[in-house]
């Protein structure tokens, strides 16, 4: 259950988080790009719905469904990281590392859940939160080149730099080491 | 991935547990290991010896970047761990588990021979002109295909099963029928966009028919893995990384 509960927390941080990005002014946000903003806006709808979906299975298994966000990565992370934020390029980095704590949440709890509709839940969500720090990591390693013009869905590969597609794959396992702790978020 | 059962006792446990300990410290500094893995592996393998097996778990545990569970063994207070300590499931399924480790270590030497050809085609000019990011990107991902391969074959042989898996047939049958149109590097990241999201489908879908332990393990610790490939290839083609909510499982 705090498996879940925790779960759950996470996404709506994840949906904090994004939120709280997309109320800047967009040259720090990211939002003046439009490939960022419209990912940044997809990645908050997809962890809304992860909550969602996550609170459904939290109550079906008897337990609460959480509304607030996990504190204390919020705490640790986004808070701190969203008050550093000065341009697209720290912004997509913070947003990257929550998504990298979310989806190895989901795998870790996933691994030992019990119940067939938690481990649907993880299962079925993690692989998306993956997308998402894909993207935004390959995104990252081109602002980070200064190569902003070519962050575009579809870009000259003829231009880009040879490890910026690759960045966005930099791991052949999921670091499951990034995992909260199951009871962190539940309320 | 398990034949014959054998109960395991509190003591046996803590044994295993030991053991792990001194493997952990001798092998691979800094490595959780899976111990529900390595239970599933001793249930496989009740005929071999416990040394033995835990090499089996670790060589997985491994390469899942030392995140697992080691909650079975009380060896930390990591979040890992202390999910570990959830209840058991109470009939995990064997057949099940086996299926998929078999059906992943030949979707992965599928995949690993989609991503040789393709490099092949791009060394013999007949994707035209390949740029580096492609070229890097094809390379990294039949790299990580190939340890998603080995990290099943040997979770295959701790099981007591032949480490050797034959190609996945449908992956195998769509490469073949797709690979002689592909005359350039859209095509190519089309074909390599097929062979991904059948992998994310295969592993997201095995996952929830799996035990809980080391396939299921494994399962979602490579789904994600997949997955980004498929978001990146998406990327490089004009379309959306993340297109939907929730992964596929192939079962709908």
Redesign the interface.
Known sequence: MGMLQTAAALENLAVSMYSRLAALPAERSGGSIPVVRSLMAAALQHHRQHADALNAAAKALGGAAQSGVDSAVDGSVVSPGLARVAGAADAVRLAASVEEIVGASHVGYGSTAGDPRAVRAFATVAPVEAQHAAALRAIGALLAAGLPELVVQGPDASKLPASSLSAGVPASFVRTSLARPAGEGAR | MRGRRAGIGEAELAALCRDLDALHHDLLPGL?AAA?GLGEALRARSGVSRRAVLRGGLAVAG???????L?ACGGGS???A???R????PSPSAGSDAALARRAAGLEVAAVSAYDALLDLARRGSLG?V???????LT??R??HA??GS?WASALAAAGASATASPDAAVTAMVGRSLPAVSD?VGAARLALNVEAAA?ETY?GG??TAA??HA??L??????????????LE????????P????R?GAG
């Open positions: 959780r529900d390469v899942l970047g030392g995140g697992a569970v909650g990591s979040p890992a202390t999910v570990a959830s209840p058991v499931p002109t740029p580096p990011s492609v070229a890097t990107l990294v991902t790299a990580q340890d998603h990290a590097v994310v997201t996952a929830l809980q332990g299921r393990s399962a979602l610790a490579v789904a994600p893995v997949e997955a980004q490939h498929a978001a990146i990327f490089l083609l004009g379309g959306d990384p993340a939907d909510a929730f992964a499982t």
